[in-house]
C-alpha cells in the first residue's frame, strides 16, 4: 500500500513539473530578432542600453566588427562617434558596460541608459513609462 501511495505520489509530482515547464514555454516571450548591422540612432528612442562614445569616427568604424561579434549585441545605433548598443534579454547592462569600457580602452566614455532604474532612484511622481524588452520605446 505504502509503494502505490510512493509511487502515484512520485507519478503526479512528475506530471506536475512537466505541466509548469510546459506552460512556462508557452508564456514565455518570443526571442527578440538579433540585427547587429549598424543602423542610425535617428528617429529612435532608447531606455536600455549601453553607449559606447569614440574620439573619433574612424575608431567607432574601427571597432564596429567587434560588435557584430558580441553575443550580447542585439541593435546596434550609430550617431557618429557613438555607438548605442541594445543588449539581448537578460544582460546586466552595467557590467556590460564596465566589459566595453575595458575593451575599448580609447573610449571617452561608456554610459548605461536605464530609465527604469533611473526614474526609481529619483522617484519621480509621474515616471516614464515602463521600458519595454526591446529597449526602447
Not at 55 to 70: G, I, K, L, T
Not at 122 to 137: D, H, I, N, Q, S
Amino acid at each position: 500500500m505504502v509503494r502505490v501511495v510512493v509511487a502515484v505520489f512520485a507519478l503526479a509530482l512528475a506530471a506536475g513539473v512537466g505541466l509548469a515547464f510546459f506552460i512556462a514555454a508557452l508564456v514565455r516571450p518570443p526571442d527578440l530578432p538579433v540585427d547587429t548591422n549598424p543602423a542610425p540612432l535617428a528617429g529612435h528612442t532608447l531606455c536600455a542600453a549601453v553607449v559606447v562614445v569614440f574620439p573619433s569616427d574612424a575608431e567607432m568604424r574601427a571597432a564596429m566588427p567587434s560588435f557584430h561579434d558580441d553575443p550580447k549585441v542585439r541593435r546596434v545605433f550609430v550617431d557618429p562617434p557613438s555607438v548605442s548598443l541594445l543588449a539581448v534579454p537578460g544582460t546586466d547592462l552595467r557590467a556590460w558596460a564596465q566589459e566595453l569600457h575595458a575593451r575599448y580602452r580609447t573610449a571617452e566614455r561608456v554610459t548605461v541608459i536605464d530609465s527604469d532604474t533611473t526614474a526609481a532612484q529619483l522617484k519621480l511622481t509621474a515616471p516614464p513609462p515602463k521600458c519595454p524588452r526591446e529597449g526602447e520605446y
